[in-house]
């Protein structure tokens, strides 16, 4: 039986993975999948990619677009989530700051550098017609440091996935300022190329599996009551992202990419542009 390290965040995109593990499909096509939470994202995940920790991550397209063009030996082999992500900015619950325009000029918690909180808080600043110079950044690793961070004004906001954070908007731990979405899909399959070189086929069935799964997610009985549960949310707001989500089960477009490429070396997070082949693989 083939063996892929997986990596990805601890939230509901990637319940179809969790079920396809628990019952046994990804073995049922000779593949054994051994999964790794991330909690501090995608930082964590291009580090974990670069090492040989993880052989694939589901991971936000920006954060790896930019690591590859910064050395990363890997290739994006699918889009995962091919709607944009909700990111929600969010102050301490006690915070003087009341609006966006209000934040000009403060401090961001970061989980880290390359994250996906990283580089939105660019794209932001970018929307706002901030002085990109004068950004300032607090890592804080995860989304628990984030909390203490905002709490004692180390940072004075944080963007994090709306959903994922709702539960903290709602026990009055954060205060949601407004929401900053991705101007393209928002998740993709990232496999390191010397794991695609190796064994390309452990790959193409775990996408298989995975692209059977996600194909009718939606329409799968009381789905929207098994995420609730599982990802202690509100069932109303777990309706309202499945709404939002769409599943991909294609390659990414040179369109999307060029699109992030651009925004990226316009914000001078990357220094040039790589090729749409030097970013993907197909099978």
Known sequence: MKTIKIGGVPEHFNLPWHLCMEQGKFEDEDVHLIWKDFPEGTGAMCKALRSGELDAAI?????????????NDAKIIQTYIGSPLIWGIHVDAGSPYKNLQELKGTRAAISRKGSGSHLMAYVNASNRGWDLDKLDFEIVDNLDGAIKALKEDRAQYFMWEHFTTKPLVDNKTFRLIA??????????????TESIRMNPQRLKKMLNVINAETTNFKMKKEIDQELAKRYDQKLEDIRKWLDLTRWSQEQISEEDLDNVQNTLLKLNLIGHKRKFSDLVHSF
């Open 59 to 71: 991971i936000l397209t920006e954060g790896i677009v930019k690591d590859i063009t910064q050395g």
């Open 179 to 192: 929401d900053c979405p991705t101007p393209w899909p928002c998740f993709v399959i990232a496999a390191r």
